[in-house]
């Protein structure tokens, strides 16, 4: 059973674990919930369909976190659908502050607020192939004020995103060197145009695009979800 009204929670941590081929509806804020401080090695998250949650609360996603460690845990083959969810900001896959080495691939998210949340500070996340539509927002990322914004070893690479209801494929709220800065909008020739030097997410081949009734990719599309 789950804690904060999640169907699936992760306690303290765990190590060599699989959370795979479940149907997750229904839930009044996350599908899968992982508490700050809980220690992962080596999970797999995959296959599961997560839907229809956030149905009591916002500031949620399929699957969340806060300031965990993610020990090369892998989230990937994951359908997320949040058509029925009422609230502003329900997102799809949300690793939120201080999360740091996910592996996050080839999940198919659609009708959420922003289909994939990296918040900062992100350090050695890995999000690459996974495809995002109908959201309000293709990427987001935030950080606190007081915090310097640093994506030290994240890389967020070829994800497509399809059908957007705004003209951001990436938004961006953080402070650097006690600046405040916001932005957001298209892809800059696939990267995402946030940060410099080594605090800088590595990124490229993000793209917006089309899908087949199959949700594949069509055309000339990044490999996706």
């Known amino acids: 059973g789950g804690m904060d009204y999640a169907a699936i929670s992760i306690l303290t ?3 060599d674990f699989e959370i795979s081929y479940n149907t997750i509806r229904d839930c009044a804020r996350f599908g899968v919930f992982i508490p700050a401080g809980a220690r992962l090695e ?3 998250i995959s296959n ?22 993610g020990g090369g ?16 900001q329900v997102d799809g896959l949300y690793l939120d502050n ?12 659609r009708n959420v607020s922003t289909g994939i949340r990296i918040n900062l500070t992100s350090t050695n996340n890995i999000v690459h192939n996974n495809t995002l539509i109908g959201c309000r927002y293709g990427i987001g990322m935030y950080g606190y004020p007081g915090d310097d914004a640093d994506m030290t070893g994240t890389r967020i690479f070829n994800n497509l995103v399809v059908n957007l209801s705004t003209d951001r494929e990436y938004t961006y709220y953080a402070f650097e060197n006690d ?6 909008g298209r892809f800059d020739n696939g990267k995402i145009p946030v940060l410099s030097g080594a605090k800088a997410p590595g990124s490229g081949g ?16 990044v490999n996706g979800g």
Not at 206 to 221: H, V
């Open 179 to 184: 600046v405040e800065v916001s932005k957001g």
């Open 48 to 69: 599961n369909l997560i839907k229809d949650y956030g149905l009591l609360t916002a500031d949620c996603g399929a699957f969340y976190n806060w300031n965990t460690n």
């Open 98 to 109: 201080y999360c740091r080495n996910f592996i996050v691939y080839r999940n198919i998210i």
């Open 206 to 221: 993000n793209m917006s695009g089309k899908i087949t009734k199959d949700f594949l990719p069509e055309g000339n599309a």
């Open 13 to 15: 941590g765990a190590v």
């Open 73 to 88: 845990t892998k989230l990937f083959n994951n359908f997320i659908d949040g058509s029925r969810t009422p609230h502003g």
């Open 42 to 44: 080596n999970g797999v």
